[in-house]
């Protein structure tokens, strides 16, 4: 039975994220959540709670991640393969429960309504940085549409936001069992208490700074260029590609992922310099191949100059195959070739020192790898993509509502091109000013409008560092208690 009730938890937990949002189910999973594993960790079992909460995690990555399987679907050679994506799912659950055994384990002393969110956000991390890291699970993408909330993002970043979300989902069940109300209310006031100082000093500071505002005009394609579509033959798509650019006064032009047609092999490209009208930018998603290696580039064109930056972060069994000489029956859904890792630093420069940060498709999730020294001062996110890989339902608006939060985390505009959609531009708060729809063939222009927006990504770390030792510290108090 309670294996069932797990189950059923972990599938409602998934209707908090993208695309339903149904926000008050959180008031009743997570009380819920509390009763049983304070009920668990009394009985001592915790092969019990182990086996529930890989049921539970089971249940939510079945459903938040059901989309994993459409890749399979695109090639009739892959179809038979289809049933893979339950291994990551099954991978999930297990690292989900292991880490809530070990951490119910360690603090069996720890209050509930602190345990519950600290072990959903230790397992967020974790799954972040395992094997290759898969950053799409977290909670802060429940206020992903409530653009009043995704300030927390900017102050407190990914990790932090997911902790206080959850931990306000448990305060229920303070009240409801009336147990040490008063106590538990002080700690969790405690625990906060840092965070908001931070956060009102820091938007004083934020008012004081002398923002310089620029503008840029630009207009975003998105072809809808189908893999599958054996009609659409490479001639066509350059044509498709020259006549927009040759329609548009825009300043800066961008299509999606893999948008060029053809590999390429050099940065001549005079045929599309010559089709570029005096100071106009075009920026377009290529393969690009030198020394017998492929790479996932984006191409930075002008009437004088090519550069690119190569995709760093790359999709393992898609871009890529993990152990390929072990694995060579998997050939058929990755290809005969990797592509590599780029190389080049993460940042491009336009006319008057504006610049701004390349992203290639889901390198957007991995949020502490995006921002360093050289491009931390960048005027604004370009995040190139095709979505056609992620279905037509949950997966392409999930990717969309990660780059929201991105948006809101880093205090800077992000431009989203896809080459099926959603394509969007993004303001510094994390909200969409305007967008495609998804599997149509648009284009839109649009005033760009960016300051030189600081943010606090240093300063996440500061709270991190915070938030262990507070939790560490309630241990020690109540592990002594118990002595």
């Known amino acids: 039975m309670s294996i069932l009730i797990y189950l059923i938890l972990g599938l409602l937990t998934s209707l908090l994220f993208p695309p339903y949002f149904f926000l008050p189910l959180g008031f009743i999973i997570f009380p819920l959540f509390c009763l049983l594993l304070d009920l668990s960790r009394k009985n001592n079992s915790n ?72 072990m959903f956000t230790i397992s967020e991390y974790i799954i972040s940085v395992f094997f290759y890291g898969f950053p799409w699970f977290t909670f ?146 290529a393969t690009r191949f030198e020394s017998d290696k492929y790479y996932n580039s984006l191409i930075n064109i002008t009437e004088s100059k090519v550069t690119y930056f190569d995709k760093i972060i790359l999709v393992p069994f898609g871009e890529f195959l993990p152990f390929r000489d072990s694995f060579t029956f998997l050939e058929s859904i990755v290809g005969p070739n990797n592509y590599s890792n780029g190389k080049e630093e993460r940042i491009i420069y336009l006319k008057n020192n504006i610049s701004y940060i390349p992203v290639i498709c889901y390198e957007v999730v991995f949020y502490w790898k995006l921002l360093n020294n050289l491009n931390y001062n960048s005027n604004f996110i370009i995040n190139i993509t095709n979505d056609f890989w992620f279905g037509k339902y949950i997966g392409p608006y999930q990717h969309l509502y990660l780059t929201k939060i991105r948006a809101a985390e880093f205090n800077k505009p992000i431009i989203r091109v896809s080459n099926n959609g959603i394509s969007a531009v993004i303001n510094n708060k994390g909200s969409i000013i305007k967008n ?34 507070i939790f560490f510290l309630i241990n020690f108090y109540y592990l002594r208690k118990n002595v």
Request: proline letters at 2%; charged letters at 15%.
């Open 436 to 469: 495609t729809e998804l599997n149509n063939t648009e284009k839109f222009k649009h005033k760009l409008f960016f300051q030189e927006n600081i943010n606090f990504v240093n300063e996440h770390l500061i709270l991190k560092i915070y938030f262990f030792i």
């Open 140 to 285: 802060s993408l429940v206020i992903s549409s409530n653009e009043y909330l995704l300030f927390s993002l900017k102050y407190f970043g990914t990790l932090i936001s997911s902790y206080l979300i959850i931990q306000i989902f448990c305060l229920p069940f303070i009240f409801f069992t009336k147990v040490k109300l008063k106590k538990e209310i002080g700690y969790f006031s405690f625990f906060i208490f840092l965070p908001l100082i931070f956060l009102m000093i820091s938007n004083f500071n934020l008012k004081k700074n002398n923002l310089n505002a620029n503008t840029i005009d630009l207009e975003i394609f998105q072809l809808n260029f189908k893999n599958d579509d054996k009609s659409l033959t490479t001639e066509k798509k350059l044509n498709t590609i020259i006549n927009n650019i040759q329609e548009s006064s825009a300043d800066l032009l961008i299509f999606g992922e893999n948008n060029f047609p053809y590999l390429l092999d050099n940065l001549d490209l005079k045929f599309l310099k010559e089709s570029l009208k005096e100071n106009q930018v075009l920026i377009i998603g």
């Open 47 to 118: 092969l019990n709670i182990f086996k529930n909460f890989s049921f539970f995690g089971f249940g939510f990555f079945i459903s938040y991640l059901f989309w994993i399987k459409n890749p399979f679907f695109v090639f009739e050679e892959t179809k038979n393969f289809f049933l893979i994506f339950l291994l990551l799912i099954i991978l999930l659950s297990l690292i989900l429960s292991f880490v809530f055994t070990i951490i119910s384990k360690l603090g069996k002393n720890i209050p509930i309504i602190f345990l519950i969110p600290f």
